[in-house]
């Protein structure tokens, strides 16, 4: 009978889980025995082989790491922070959300890695200087922008890499002390990133007292990360969420432990009975878990260095002492981010090769920060008051659209500071609105004078420039093309070679040129200036024209102090006015026309006694014509008051200026459409613009002439009310360098609300804010940084000179007075013609 089949016992299935089941003993025993044998056989050449593999593989993998960084290290820079004067507290979130651009491609990553950035705040006895490390993979001025577009009103200076810290001397010991700061506890809990005052307080203050030859150096390495990244950080939030030790130790322990798994440790944790404290503590610790792993991600890591150079002489307590002091100061900065302790906190570890490692800025494995963590560590210091940081002068501030780029029919300005660099210009038409330069010695005014001299000069445009002080003309003479030659003059009092002669007593009409002279002489002379003097002077330059040839300033002292001389002029003159003038003249007692003529004669002879001056304005007929030059010449007049004198410098510039707008009005005979534009460009301009007309109307006609106007000085205290309220309200063009605080706060209601007059007050060198005129309309304002000039050409304005001495001395043309009251035109013929008006010198 047999058995049924559910009282039957199971068989067991065959192999090694059936020998498992029946003598699990043996089974092992068996198993242990047959693993032996094949490593006695296969050991010897598996594990070598094992070995060697593995080798390879950490060889390759450091080959590869390597090379990555070589790519980065390539044509990386380092981007220089200036701080505006105001900060904006949310700026750092800002750049740090913006630069999570900067992430890759999935493959990308994986060929090449992804580049990281350096944020480095660097002390010395110099102060505080952040510096943002850009590897050469970024492309440029991405992260400069970035910069500027956080905090508005931030200037960046970009240059190559190089270390962190200085390199030391040959010869000289060095005092490294480093460290490197990580996350104490899982990087899925966060850092403290709310304050109420700026973290930075304690880092910046941390270093206070370094001497010469002592530095330091703190490193935030941050790479924006994703993917098995994330991944790998949300894996240790849900480790400790459930209770379980996010390191592989603290794991291995966890499974070996008995009594409560972690799970069950979680679930006490939560559950109503449990502990408040405990219930509390953990639904806090997830929220800001799940708060931090919302937004983007960095992996980061933070490094200091403190050095110390010592000279080559010190002794081994010299060196130990230098030791301390440098382990002191990297034990504040260190501690200085105690601050950021909340639900995770840093902890220092020991940084092996740190001169190699902190120089290299190479990240490796790093902790997992949200882009609010982040931005608490790196940002720009908030308090205004933080001592020794590098602060920019001014707000930056990017052209409005339509701002031209230099090209024939502009003038070239500089290069705008703010978002992306390009060079701006100002339209020939629109720089006949005139443009009001201000800036004081050495801010970059005559860079940007200089610059756009050049470019008029190979435009071919007509050219004017009037320079008291003589490096503006020497900078302009061996940077100028050697085809300007044929249309050059220069007047030089420096210069042994004789100048071209102006005078200002020949051609035009009688009543303007003596109206310009007698007014250019009053303005100078203002002060010892009355209407005695005044009357004297028109009378004798009225009477000078009337004779025959050629008249001249050298001929009016004569005039008045040689009877024989004054008797053959005057018997020319019919008018009676004049006649009745030396009629009285001349019934004066000696002592009573000295008394008269005195203060004219003491002028005119300071004036007349210096050889510069007799060569250019007395010598003669006139062989230089304006007229010609504004129609495409060039004229440059160097007349520097330290070889002239204040007075004299003030007195030629201002008879040139009075020449050149006579024939600036003489372009009224030529069709608008065929007058050629031309520029005046006048330094000091306050001491030249003496004429009897005001500069409002002067301003206007030179516009309709096609004549624009550059004026330039250093400060408004120099300009008188009336020529201050003509050029700020004529000269519609602004250019402003660094101003006095006073000065600035008149000049912001040009600028303001976009640049104030801190701004104004602020700005650094070859600095300038710069209001334009676009198609006759004024533009908001904006900054820029003046371009350098070119590099002189090497003998070129020998050259020039060499061929302004070998061109042939000509009278210009002129014409005969058209109105004169003193009598008839002269009737020894025509004056001598030229077709070549200008002799040079």
Partial sequence: MSTPAHLRPPVLAAGWVGDYLRDPGGTLHTVVTALGRWALTWGPIVGP????????????????QRRCHRRLVVDARVVTVLAPPTVDAAGGPALWSNLVGLLRPALARLVGNQPHLAWEYLFSDA???LRLWVPGTVPPGLVERAVEAAWPGAHTRTAPAGPPLPAVEAGRPRVLIAGQLRLARSEALPIRADFDTDPLRALIGAPVGLGLGEH?????????VTGRRVARARRAARRLHTGLATHPVGLALDLLTPGGTPRRRATSATRPGGDPQTVLDYAAQNRVVVAKQRGSQYETVLRYAVTTDLPPEASEEEVRLARQTARGRAHALAAAFASYTEHNHYTRRRLRNPARVVSDRRLGRGDLLSVPELAALAHLPVDEATPGVQRAGAKALAPPPGIPVPGPQTKPLGLTDSGHRRPVAL????????????????????TLLANMILADAEAGRGLLVIDPKGDLVTDVLSRLPASAADRLVVFDADSRTPPPCLNPLDGGETDLVVDNLVSVFRRVYSAFWGPRTDDVMRAACLTLRTQEGVTTLADLPRLLSEPAFRSRVVAGVVDPVLRGFWTWYDELTDSGRSQVISPLMNKLRGFLLRPFVRRALTAGHSTVDLSRVLDGGICLVRIPKGTLGEETARLVGSLIVAQSWQATTGRARTPQRDRRDAAMVIDEAHNFLNLPYPLEDMLAEARGFRVSMTLAHQHLGQLPRDLREGISTNARSKI????????ARE????????LTEHDLAHLGAYHAATRLVLHGENTPPFTLTTSPLPPAIPGRARDLRRALRDRPATPATTSAPTTDPAGPPPTSGPRPHSTDPRRTG
């Fill in 127 to 129: 102060g505080v200087a």
């Fill in 747 to 754: 000049l912001a209601r040009h600028t303001a609300p976009r």
């Fill in 736 to 743: 402003f360098f660094t101003a006095s605080p006073e000065d």
């Fill in 216 to 224: 330091a150096c703190v490193q935030v390495l941050a790479r924006p």
């Fill in 427 to 446: 339209r020939v038409p629109d720089a006949r609105h005139h443009l009001h330069v201000l800036g004081a010695t050495g801010s970059g005014k005559s």
């Fill in 49 to 64: 082989t094992a070995l060697a593999a593995l080798a390879v593989l950490i060889a390759v993998r450091v080959w590869w």
